[in-house]
């Protein structure tokens, strides 16, 4: 089946420990995101990649990283550096359409740092 | 800067009733609109809108967008506690790598 896959569902983390979180996606898109979800609150662009070896900062960067050194591959290193890491982390991928990209969501992952 | 307006931020209806859910933006190189819903995972693609006064329409739901007032509705007839759910509004931008600016988001509560 085609889709976007997240894991793990579920993570939790001491304090001052990196975390990465995976995401694979088999839709052949060139586009891939991640998203950081607050309780009632929107989706927040963290960082996005158009081409493999490249990526851009979202709104909401600093203390995150990433690397896409694959195109299905696009995994989110949460750092020590983030002040505020426990959230609901959102990948996401998209095809450049000419009306625009219709993003489509994996499952999400769950972060909680004790 | 670039922002997403949704409105209600939350609603409670019975099974039956027809509900609109609001979003105005206000953004530069707008391109397109967009409406997921979220059922506490990940969103799901409802609509994409890039030209005015054309309705989308599918099932019970329906959704227009108007550029001139800068405002996109979503409309649901005759809900079901199904539809019980977040709907989340984002709007792409030209020249911008295809990335989405999301509203905070209505959250929506059918009751039998």
């Known amino acids: 089946d085609g889709g976007i896959t997240q894991s793990p569902k579920y993570l939790f983390r001491k304090e001052g420990q990196n975390v990465t979180l995976s995401c694979e996606q088999n839709?052949?898109?060139?586009?891939m995101y991640w998203y950081r979800q607050d309780p009632g609150q929107g989706l927040r662009l963290i960082y996005y990649?158009?081409?493999?070896?490249?990526?851009q900062k979202g709104d909401i960067a600093e203390g995150y990283s990433v690397s896409r050194e694959k195109k299905e591959s696009f995994p989110l290193t949460v750092t020590s550096a983030q002040k505020n890491p426990t959230a609901f982390y959102l990948c996401a991928s998209s095809i450049m359409g000419e009306a625009g990209n219709t993003i489509y969501f994996g499952e999400g992952s769950w972060l909680t740092v004790v | 800067e670039d922002k997403v307006v949704q409105s209600p931020l939350s609603l409670v209806v019975h099974e039956g009733d027809t509900v609109t859910l609001n979003c105005s933006y206000e953004v530069t190189n707008f391109r397109s609109l967009l409406w997921y819903k979220q059922e506490k995972k990940a969103p799901t693609f409802l609509f994409m809108l890039t030209s005015s006064g054309i309705e989308k329409k599918s099932g019970r739901l329906s959704s227009i967008l108007d550029k001139k007032e800068l405002f996109s509705i979503l409309n649901i007839t005759a809900t079901q506690t199904g539809d019980s759910a977040v709907y989340l509004c984002?709007?792409?931008?030209?020249?911008?790598?295809?990335?989405?600016?999301f509203g905070q988001g209505t959250e929506l509560s059918v009751k039998p």
């Open positions: 839709l052949n898109h060139d586009a």
């Open positions: 984002a709007v792409g931008i030209y020249n911008q790598g295809g990335k989405l600016i």
């Open positions: 990649s158009q081409i493999v070896n490249d990526f």
